[in-house]
């Protein structure tokens, strides 16, 4: 059974740091994986999504790494502003018969000014 | 503005009493999802759609019916209402299955 795991719930940085979030999950037999976007009393927005045949993706200040063999993610984001504060979500795509994704439950960051 | 449409944004419903959620895309997306999110848990799928008319469970249907009567609209419904269906429930739709979501910006429902 396919798990995924975000470590850590929350984080809290100074603004302007370069930091990292973390993804994993339990069965590489994956098609892609994809990071998300919640804020407070919003939907989900989609920030980049990996497919399986490729090692990362970038969008601005984003980028995204997977690494199939060791079961992991990270969502690199530099030069930290205080509008990246927002939860972070990464979910799994098995592309099984029931098109279900598996989500992780999300990094809670917080840029402090 | 394109996107998907909840309402509504707040409910609280008593333990027995039923309620829909609507669901409104104006995109033409095939697939309609329904998740809900609980604390410390990811999102979980609750019943999803491929298209009009069409409609499956997903990992946590008990206690929800759905409908797809018409393509921009997908419809959740609880018979009666539990206090285990407190959550927040989000609608998705997407072009082609899992790629390229969009989300609804939810409904907060307490029941107690």
């Known amino acids: 059974k396919q798990e995924v795991t975000q470590i850590p719930a929350a984080l809290s940085v100074p603004e302007g740091e370069n930091l990292v979030l973390n993804c994993s999950f339990t069965d590489s037999a994956i098609y892609n994986l994809q990071w998300f976007r919640q804020d407070p009393g919003k939907g989900l927005t989609s920030l980049l999504l990996i497919q399986s045949s490729q090692r990362e993706q970038t969008s601005g200040r984003l980028n995204a790494s997977l690494d199939k063999s060791s079961g992991r993610s990270t969502l690199y984001i530099a030069a930290s502003q205080p509008g990246d504060s927002a939860t972070y979500l990464c979910a799994v795509d098995r592309r099984d018969s029931n098109y279900q994704l598996i989500w992780g439950a999300g990094t809670k960051l917080i840029i402090k000014p | 503005n394109a996107g998907v449409t909840q309402t509504p944004k707040f409910r609280v419903l008593k333990t027995g009493q039923s309620m829909t959620l609507l669901c409104a895309q104006d995109?033409?997306?095939?697939?309609m999802y329904w998740y809900r999110q609980d604390p410390g848990m990811g999102l979980r799928l609750i019943h999803y759609s491929v298209g009009e008319g069409t409609t499956a469970k997903g990992e946590v249907p008990d206690g929800y019916n759905v409908s797809r009567l018409k393509k921009q609209n997908f419809l959740l419904g609880l018979e009666s209402a539990a206090p285990s269906q407190t959550s927040v429930y989000f609608c998705?739709?997407?072009?082609?299955?899992?790629?390229?979501?969009?989300f609804g910006s939810g409904t907060r429902l307490t029941v107690v």
């Open positions: 998705a739709s997407s072009r082609d299955g899992n790629y390229g979501y969009t």
């Open positions: 995109m033409n997306h095939e697939y």
